[in-house]
């Protein structure tokens, strides 16, 4: 046990290193800085299309880091926000900081790493909200 940190907090950054760990084995890179914002705009995209009860929903399985950062910057107040594949598109780009080339690759690695991780039925339940043209970029098959 670490003499900085009390136990519960070294399992919540452990299971959130683990998360960014898978999320850095599926984009096949070591650049955690890159899991990390691509796996925050994928929450934050996912989120903000969600109505408030579906985002507490899937929210609560996520570990405690990620969950903060999840619900960092929402306003349930303008939920869901209504965006179409190309507005999906440009604000991941913009959020994670990659290309828009890039996008569908990344965002359906962190679908692959996030359906791992929560428990059977949670992120489907989630994407039954989503619009099919996004959903499809979430779901498309690994490059």
């Not at 996912?46 to 910057?73: I, K, M, N, S, W």
């Not at 900081?97 to 949670?122: C, D």
Request: glycine share 4%; aromatic share 6%.
């Amino acid at each position: 046990m670490s003499v900085t940190h009390p136990p519960d907090f070294e399992r919540t950054i452990h299971t959130a290193n683990i998360w960014l760990k898978s999320v850095c084995e599926g984009l096949g890179t070591e650049d955690r800085h890159l899991a990390h914002r691509v796996l925050r705009t994928w929450m934050h995209t996912l989120r903000d299309r969600l109505t408030v009860d579906v985002a507490a929903h899937f929210a609560a399985q996520l570990p405690e880091l990620l969950r903060g950062a999840y619900y960092d910057g929402w306003d349930p107040s303008i939920v869901p926000i209504k965006y179409d594949r190309a507005g999906y598109l440009n604000r991941f780009s913009h959020e994670a900081r990659i290309s828009t080339e890039e996008v569908p690759r990344i965002a359906a690695a962190v679908t692959l790493v996030v359906r791992e991780h929560v428990s059977p039925g949670t992120l489907e339940s989630a994407l039954e909200q989503i619009p099919h043209d996004i959903r499809d970029v979430l779901l498309q098959p690994a490059a």
